[in-house]
């Protein structure tokens, strides 16, 4: 059964700050290999939700560097995954992390995500924000390492802010988060 569970914010966060100038090694390093910023990302979104959707081309998961789904490490498709754009919404199974985009609903907070975008139109670098004060935004970031970044220092055409709503998923494990933030354990599958 299908559950639906708050986002937590915190945990994204922490795990963020915690691998932000280092590597999980439960995970590839993409670094060198087309950038790491969309995996390091995605791992600090799992912290915060426990959850994968192992459904296969329109999930969101990593088993392996030969066993993940497109979305886990690719800019434009997890934007997919998480908005839930037509192919991806069709098909993948409910479960895991959902998000909306932050241009209509304006809603930012911590352990969101921004996108940056090229003059040529194309979205390049996945960052997740760490802190928001004083109207300034701080990020923590993989590929070229960030840790409370100001995100005023990047150097981009445009942005779009993926809101983190919740995740779905088949129970609520305390025990998933402290492996993933302890390089132990990936969470078991959820089928």
Not at 3 to 12: G, K
Not at 21 to 36: A, E, V
Not at 88 to 95: L, Q, T
Not at 126 to 133: A, C
Request: glycine content about 6%; overall charge negative; proline content about 5%.
């Amino acid at each position: 059964m299908l559950l639906p569970v708050p986002y937590d914010r915190r945990r994204a966060v922490e795990y963020a700050r915690r691998w932000a100038l280092s590597r999980n090694p439960l995970f590839i390093d993409f670094t060198g290999q087309g950038g790491n910023c969309t995996n390091f990302v995605s791992q600090c979104i799992l912290a915060g939700c426990g959850v994968m959707n192992y459904t296969e081309t329109f999930g969101w998961y990593y088993v392996s560097p030969d066993d993940r789904a497109p979305a886990w490490s690719g800019v434009d498709e997890l934007y997919d995954f998480l908005t839930g754009a037509p192919d991806f919404a069709r098909e993948n199974r409910g479960y895991g992390p959902y998000a909306t985009d932050a241009r209509t609903s304006r809603r930012i907070d911590i352990g969101d995500v921004i996108q940056l975008q090229n003059t040529s139109g194309e979205f390049y670098h996945t960052l997740i924000i760490s802190d928001i004060r004083d109207d300034e935004v701080f990020v923590c970031a993989h590929t070229n390492d960030a840790l409370d970044r100001p995100l005023s220092e990047y150097n981009y055409a445009s942005l779009r802010v993926l809101h983190i709503e919740g995740a779905m998923l088949y129970f609520d494990d305390e025990k998933r988060f402290d492996e993933l933030i302890n390089a132990t354990a990936l969470p078991p599958r959820c089928e």
